[in-house]
């Protein structure tokens, strides 16, 4: 289903013509906040090395990621584009202290919580780039949620705390 919406989206123009990013919940300093680390996401998925995350893991049916943004069409930097991203504050995941943000594997939505705001920018683009993979199709456990994040961080750059990760499903 997630394939056909963005494939939808693509076959009506241009990456060009894709909106900035899909922030999704007011215009809160927030919102603003997640824009800013939405940009440094995008940035370190520029990089030849971030960029190997996507033959680093596969989706449920053993295919490497990349092939599923081979068959889009997309760099992984455009498909952050087409992930829509909404306030997860109420949403019993956010209760857990160190759950920043959420989706299912597949899904173009991601649920961003409150206190995703007390977390260093770097901190919040890997996260970011975390929950990318899992919109791609990658499941967890295996691999868990501190090893995808541990790859993220040692691909993309920077520092994330493994005990400070979001979560799928």
């Known amino acids: ?13 241009t990456a060009a013509d894709v909106p900035a990013f899909r922030v999704r919940f007011g215009g809160s300093h ?34 490497p990621l990349q092939e599923r943004l081979d068959l889009l069409g997309l760099s992984g930097q455009e498909f952050l584009r087409y992930i829509g991203f909404y306030e997860g504050y109420g949403h019993r995941r956010c ?3 160190q ?5 299912q594997p597949g899904s173009l939505a991601v649920r961003v919580c409150p206190q995703v705001a007390r977390q260093d920018g770097v901190t ?7 929950e990318l993979l899992h919109s791609l199709g990658l499941g967890e ?13 040692k ?11 979001s979560a799928t499903r």
Do not use: W, Y
Request: hydrophobic content about 40%.
């Open 99 to 103: 759950v920043l943000a959420f989706t």
């Open 95 to 97: 209760g857990q202290s």
């Open 141 to 153: 456990n295996p691999p868990s949620s501190a090893e995808i994040t541990r790859q993220v961080t």
């Open 155 to 165: 691909r993309c750059g920077g520092r994330a705390d493994a005990t400070v990760l």
């Open 1 to 13: 289903m997630a394939a056909l919406a963005v494939t939808a989206v693509t076959s009506s123009g």
């Open 124 to 130: 919040v683009e890997l996260v970011l780039i975390h």
């Open 30 to 63: 927030h919102a603003q906040s997640l824009h800013r680390a939405l940009d440094g996401a995008h940035e370190r998925l520029g990089r030849p090395e971030c960029a190997r995350l996507f033959t680093d893991f596969t989706d449920e049916k053993g295919r």
